[in-house]
């Protein structure tokens, strides 16, 4: 049953291929609201091992990214839900207008962005010893520049409703041993409240959402023994959990929230 007030609004949602992912279960969230929806990803390759892929961990969060949308799809077109779904590139202006142009083409406006899709090293690289500026690069690409190319589009593109919800993580402020990914997200946090400050004289409310520890597929068995003690409410995060704050701050109720981290982690980071 619709709750929000957000049937017939117009959400793009970045980073939605992974069908396990917070992108996927936001799109999920929305078409249950009756919203309709612009899906956005990047195909990430990178090698994995087609026989560990049945349970979770690395080599099934490396399938899910580096593969389409197909599940995703296949789930959305079983809630008879209204949507297009697109292969581009964030970090990239044209793609960008692409991705705005097709929405405007389809449904006349955009009403809701959130900002999902995210880069980070897996290689070990990203520690203050072996950083490289392909990695700086590669993640503030997305992860920042992305991010707000994405934005500029929506205020520029702007209509009677607006709603902008960025992803961060819990460990933004403090993330040894992945430190240009959470710097990363920590200039995403930033970049909210001072966005927020400068787009509220339209009515538009921005905000952010920080995951703890967010099973989308990459936490393996050993991983989680390790994770749960650390987490005040003794359970991973669920994608759904994450989708369930980014539904409520793109709704009407939440139409004078702006400028605000929320941390959903269980107890974890505070």
């Known amino acids: 049953m619709a709750y929000y007030g957000l049937k017939d609004k117009v959400a793009i949602i970045t980073g939605a291929n992974n069908p396990q992912g917070i992108g996927a279960a936001t799109a999920f969230a929305f078409a249950s609201e009756g919203a309709k929806l612009v899906l956005a990803y990047k195909k990430v390759p990178r090698p994995f091992d087609k026989n560990k892929t049945g349970k979770n961990g690395a080599d099934r969060y490396y399938q899910a990214n580096a593969g389409n949308a197909d599940i995703v799809e296949s789930r959305l077109k079983a809630m008879n839900a209204d949507y297009i779904v697109m292969e581009s590139d964030i970090s990239n202006e044209n793609d960008v207008r692409q991705i705005y142009s097709a929405a405007m083409e389809?449904?006349?406006?955009?009403?809701i962005l959130v900002n999902n899709a995210?880069?980070?090293?897996?290689?070990?690289?990203?520690?203050?010893?072996?950083?490289?500026?392909?990695?700086?690069?590669?993640?503030?690409?997305v992860n920042v520049r992305g991010s707000i190319l994405m934005t500029r589009e929506f205020i520029n593109r702007r209509g009677s409703y607006g709603r902008i919800i960025n992803?961060?993580?819990?460990?933004?402020q403090i993330f040894a041993g992945q430190i240009t990914y959470g710097a990363s997200k920590a200039a995403m946090e930033a970049l909210t409240r001072s966005i927020a400050l400068e787009v509220a004289k339209y009515g538009i409310t921005v905000n952010c959402v920080a995951p703890g520890p967010t099973q989308t597929g990459w936490i393996d068995a050993g991983l989680e023994k390790a994770v749960i003690p650390l987490i005040p409410m003794?359970?991973?995060?669920?994608?759904?959990?994450?989708?369930?704050?980014?539904?409520?701050?793109s709704g009407e109720q939440a139409g004078m929230i702006t400028g605000q981290v929320i941390k959903v982690s269980g107890g974890h980071a505070i």
Not at 106 to 111: E, S, T
Not at 237 to 245: H, N, S
């Open 167 to 172: 992803i961060s993580t819990d460990a933004a």
């Open 106 to 111: 389809r449904y006349g406006r955009i009403d």
């Open 234 to 249: 003794g359970k991973l995060i669920k994608p759904e959990d994450i989708a369930a704050t980014i539904l409520f701050l």
């Open 118 to 141: 995210a880069d980070c090293d897996v290689d070990g690289l990203d520690t203050i010893e072996k950083i490289t500026p392909e990695v700086i690069d590669g993640t503030f690409a």
